[in-house]
């Protein structure tokens, strides 16, 4: 049975920093590529950012591209979401995704285990 559990979220005031986890567990973790989703109230689940299974290569949305950092440690069985300079506008619940399908790494159907989430807000 595949289980992701975020952890690390939080309400911060706008600027500062935090470090989402996500660990795994029942599938051989080192094999999928992973990726992080947000889901604002009212709003549509969108793509943050996605690594690669050997973390050779990251993706990010525009919104978050300087700002945000994703990596992952396979011994670990973990994938890491680092947000900085946070704004108000990143409030939204955090997802992380694995994926066994090939294809865009925004792509939300591409993506076949979730996390229940993890909720960040962020004050102005």
């Known amino acids: 049975q595949v289980q992701l559990v975020e952890s690390g979220g939080g309400l911060v005031q706008a600027g500062r920093s935090l470090r989402l986890s996500c660990a795994a567990s029942?599938?051989?973790?080192?094999?999928?590529?992973m990726g992080w989703f947000r889901q604002a109230p009212g709003k549509e689940r969108e793509f943050v950012a996605a690594i690669s299974s050997i973390a050779s290569k990251t993706y990010y949305a525009e919104a978050v591209k300087g700002r945000f950092t994703i990596s992952r440690d396979n011994a670990k069985n973990t994938v890491y979401l680092q947000m900085n300079n946070l704004k108000p506008e990143d409030t939204a619940v955090y997802y992380c995704?694995?994926?066994?399908?090939?294809?865009?790494?925004?792509?939300?159907?591409?993506?076949?285990?979730w996390g229940q989430g993890t909720q960040v807000t962020v004050s102005s």
């Open positions: 029942g599938l051989t973790f080192s094999g999928y590529p």
């Open positions: 995704a694995a994926r066994t399908k090939g294809g865009s790494y925004n792509r939300i159907d591409l993506y076949d285990y």
